[in-house]
């Protein structure tokens, strides 16, 4: 197996997904999020449907490399009973999703297709 460098990270995304039961956890959890990292990581849109190969309602983070440990560290000490789904963002999409991801909560199924 060739080893590849991390230097072809160029971001993270961190997906939080959620249903119309856990609608306002996700919600609260977000809340959080915007008032501790303020300005330093994106926070996406609020999706009430599935989007993408994501089979859940979600929102996204995007954040840099720097910020793995912080953000990655907070999410699996604070995401409730939310799942959260994590990949790195080289600009091979579908090896970032199928082959790269790190999930905290349980795991989903992705809709791959979405990204062939």
């Given at each position: 197996?060739?080893?590849?460098?991390t230097s072809a990270i160029d971001t993270w995304h961190?997906?939080?997904?959620?249903d119309a039961s856990s609608r306002d956890a996700a919600w609260a959890l977000r809340e959080q999020i915007e008032a501790r990292w303020s300005g330093q990581l994106?926070?996406?849109?609020?999706?009430?449907?599935?989007?993408?190969?994501?089979?859940?309602?979600?929102f996204q983070l995007a954040f840099a490399q720097t910020q793995f440990a912080d953000v990655v560290g907070w999410l699996t000490l604070n995401h409730g009973a939310l799942d959260?789904?994590?990949?790195?963002?080289t600009g091979d999409a579908l090896r970032d999703h199928?082959?790269?991801?790190?999930?905290?909560g349980h795991s989903h199924?992705?809709?791959?297709?979405?990204?062939?």
């Open positions: 197996m060739t080893s590849r460098d961190a997906h939080v997904y959620f994106q926070v996406g849109r609020f999706h009430e449907r599935p989007v993408g190969p994501h089979p859940m309602w979600s959260v789904f994590l990949h790195p963002n199928r082959d790269a991801a790190v999930w905290i199924e992705l809709v791959l297709k979405a990204l062939m």
